[in-house]
Structure formats: C-alpha cells, structure tokens
C-alpha cells in the first residue's frame, strides 16, 4: 500500500532536499535506484500500459520518490530505512523552520 507521507517526504528530498542532507539523500537513493533496477518487481519487467513510470509493482511506489525517501524501507526487504519516523518528523522541522 502507499504512503503518501512518505512519497512526499521522496518527492521533497528528491526536489528540494535540505542542504545538510543532500549528499547523503543523493548516495542512499543512487545505491536503492541500483538495486531495484535488478528487482523482478521493477515495472520495466512488467507490462503497465497506464503507469509510464518506473514503479514498483509490489507496493505502487514511484522509484523516484521512494528511494529518496529516508524514512522508506523496501517491501521485499532489499533495502531498510535510513530514519526512522521520529528523525523524520525532526528534518521536517528544520525544514519547514
């Protein structure tokens, strides 16, 4: 199921990621972006007329977003998260002053 939560907290840290956190949101998504690639659950081995986007057809995710999202962790356990939801909420607010 999705979390829009989170694909929002991947789509902000995607799009304007907090300067501290940068580098490390760049490396964490470039290492998950290589391992779903090589994921069965990629919706590049799927046929998915309607969603043109590079997907995960396990949990619905936008690869994207999810693996820019710090506090996401993968549904077939190929990658954990790197916050957890308390750390999150604390980036947010730093975030949002």
């Known amino acids: 199921m999705i979390n829009f939560s989170q694909i929002y907290e991947g789509w902000r840290n995607k799009?304007?990621?907090p300067?501290?956190?940068k580098e490390t949101i760049?490396?964490?998504s470039?290492?998950?972006v290589t391992i779903c690639n090589g994921c069965p659950f990629h919706?590049?081995?799927h046929k998915t007329p309607l969603r043109p986007d590079?997907?995960?057809t396990d949990c619905g995710c936008n690869l994207e977003a999810k693996t820019a999202c710090l506090s996401c962790s993968c549904p077939?356990?190929?990658w954990d998260a790197v916050v957890d939801q308390n750390e999150e909420e604390q980036l947010?607010?730093?975030?949002n002053g």
Not at 92 to 95: I, L, S, T, W, Y
């Open 15 to 17: 799009l304007v990621p």
């Open 19 to 21: 300067a501290d956190m």
């Open 26 to 28: 760049q490396q964490v």
């Open 30 to 32: 470039s290492e998950r």
């Open 43 to 45: 919706s590049k081995h």
């Open 54 to 56: 590079a997907h995960c």
């Open 76 to 78: 077939q356990d190929k």
């Open 92 to 95: 947010k607010k730093q975030v």
